[in-house]
């Protein structure tokens, strides 16, 4: 990073400047935990992948491909649908 800021700085441009500390001070001054909460839907998107992920195991380890495949298609069209 440091050669392209240095490149910048030849050709007259600006660099921008960060302050990384802002971040974590904030968190210190408001006692914030680090994680994210979780939430149901967090949940049910963990539980549906994990679902669908161990189906389409189960039935790739089986040599049914195709049925693995329709397991794919059919999770990829109701989380793009939403």
Do not use: C
Not at 2 to 10: H, N, Y
Not at 46 to 63: C, N
Request: net charge positive; charged share 20%.
């Amino acid at each position: 990073m440091d050669l392209i800021w240095m490149l910048f700085r030849k050709f007259s441009l600006t660099t921008p400047q960060y302050r990384t500390d802002e971040k974590q001070l904030e968190r210190q001054r408001n006692n914030l935990v680090s994680y994210p909460p979780i939430t149901g839907y967090r949940l049910l998107t963990s539980a549906s992948v994990t679902f669908f992920g161990l189906t389409k195991a189960y039935l790739s380890y089986h040599g049914l491909s195709g049925e693995a495949n329709t397991v794919d298609w059919i999770l990829g069209v109701v989380l793009a649908s939403r």
